[in-house]
């Protein structure tokens, strides 16, 4: 374990860059993997979850290798051409990974076995087994659904209708992704919208994909099989999930002035950022732009006095990732904020909404835990009072630990987080862009 305090460094200055959005980056790796060609990617987020993806696309035969000046170029085997990997697919800590490459092996004719680290093996895949099952593909998991799980494709896959029973925009991607060496059209409809990078790669990389609103609202994502990819030069966007951990440190820490560059901010993924400027949080797009077909800005924030909100559940999915964070935020404001409607939370790398609720109230925050959600009582701006010496358990979440030492950044007596190692599966410089914000 690598356990560090965090504690008050003064206000958060200057200009900084996250690192490349995880989703896009995860990807940007599998497609062009399957493009006949050089894909080139620009800003990849080489985090161990993104090269865990990496990784396993090579096992199945794709060349893929780190450039001199940090661009990635991937030389995929075209849909249809995975080759059978010769030992296990090890995950890590990546859910991401897991799902989504589940949905490639299910339609090619190959046998993967999954296995990952001890969270991601608690972590649930029957979303994704019962659908991809439907296709012809045989699956033999651990009792629960769980890693370690061996996917043995389909050899002549069968095309899905698939009505998504909760919203996850991993099985919607787990199910497009197989549905491109499927015969046929493979239907996703979405009730409830979620992100939507891996419709818009898609295009991006030349398959047939479409997209309708039904009669009662639902999206019904629409793909032609057999697809013939094209490679693309991808720029990634800067992880809004990332730039929130900066976001509200730069929101409860008196004096912060701070400049966060090209965030992406995909209206699937930023709802963070309206519902902090409805606590009244001062968060400025400076020089909007389009990258790669992904809205895309600089961010100023400023310090600022938030009130407690009642959160719509209905943006749960469009800032499912940035919940912790947000518990901080509410900690720090005037008043009550209420959240709903997160029982996904539950089953991430953690049970977020009791770790956080427990590393919250060592630190000083009065909370109420629900069966959906938590209920903070903020501290109408000043500091949390501090972790008293004892280290919060992060339970081998990087959310958790980045969202704990955003807290001690602003809290009066320091956080000690139990293990800082986890925080390099999605931001391996997090650390050092505290050191930079608070020094400038």
């Known amino acids: ?18 690192p490349g959005d995880k989703s896009i ?14 894909t080139r990617v620009t800003g990849l987020l080489e985090g161990e979850d993104v090269l865990s993806t990496a990784a396993a696309m090579r ?26 990997p010769t030992g296990a697919l090890d995950m890590g800590n990546s859910g991401t990974s897991t799902r989504l490459l589940m949905g490639l092996v299910a339609s090619h004719p190959i046998t993967a076995c999954f296995v990952g680290d001890a969270s991601l093996s608690k972590r649930p895949m029957g979303r994704v087994i019962d659908p991809l099952s439907q296709t012809g593909a045989r699956f033999t998991a651990y009792p629960g659904g769980r890693l370690p799980l061996i996917v ?30 499927t015969p046929g059209v493979t239907t996703v409809i979405e009730p409830i919208p979620t992100r939507d990078h891996s419709e818009r790669m898609l295009r991006g990389f030349g398959a047939d994909l479409s997209v309708e609103i039904d009669s009662d609202g639902a999206r019904v994502i629409r793909l032609s099989g057999e697809a013939e990819l094209k490679p693309q030069t991808i720029t990634v966007p800067g992880d809004p999930s990332s730039a929130a951990f900066f976001v509200v440190a730069a929101l409860i820490v008196p004096g912060s002035d701070l400049v966060i560059e090209n965030v992406g901010l995909n209206p699937t ?4 950022f309206d519902v902090l400027r409805l606590m009244g949080g001062s968060i400025e ?7 790669g077909g992904e809205p895309v800005a600089d961010l100023r924030v400023r310090a600022s006095t938030l009130t407690g909100i009642d959160v719509d559940p209905a943006v749960v999915p469009s800032m499912v990732d940035e919940f912790p964070v947000l518990f901080v935020a509410a900690a720090h404001a005037q008043g009550r904020t209420v959240t709903r409607g997160l029982e996904e939370l539950r089953v991430k790398e953690s049970d977020r909404i009791t770790v956080m609720r427990v590393a919250l109230e060592q630190a000083g925050a009065r909370v109420q835990e629900t069966e959906d959600g938590l209920i903070i009582d903020g501290t109408g701006g000043e500091g949390l009072r501090g972790a008293n010496n004892q280290p919060v358990a992060t339970h081998l979440d990087h959310r958790i630990a980045m969202s704990m ?6 809290s009066q007596g320091g956080v000690e987080v139990d293990d800082t ?12 862009l505290i050191a930079s914000a608070t020094a400038a």
């Open 1 to 18: 374990m690598r356990p560090r305090r965090f504690s008050a460094q003064g206000p958060l200055k200057g200009r900084i860059c996250v």
């Open 25 to 38: 980056s995860h990807r940007s790796i599998m497609l062009g993997a399957l493009a006949v060609g050089e």
């Open 59 to 84: 096992a199945m035969g794709a060349t893929i290798e780190r450039q001199a000046n940090g661009d990635w170029l991937v030389a995929g085997v075209g849909v249809g051409g995975l080759l059978q």
């Open 152 to 181: 043995e494709g389909a050899a002549t896959p069968v095309p899905l209708t698939y009505r998504l029973p909760v919203a996850s925009a991993q099985v919607k991607s787990a199910v497009l992704l197989a549905g491109l060496n």
């Open 269 to 272: 993924r930023a709802a963070l």
């Open 285 to 291: 797009e400076l020089d909007r732009r389009d990258v």
């Open 405 to 410: 030492a955003v807290a001690g950044l602003a």
């Open 421 to 432: 190692r986890p925080i390099t599966t999605s931001f391996p410089v997090f650390e050092q």
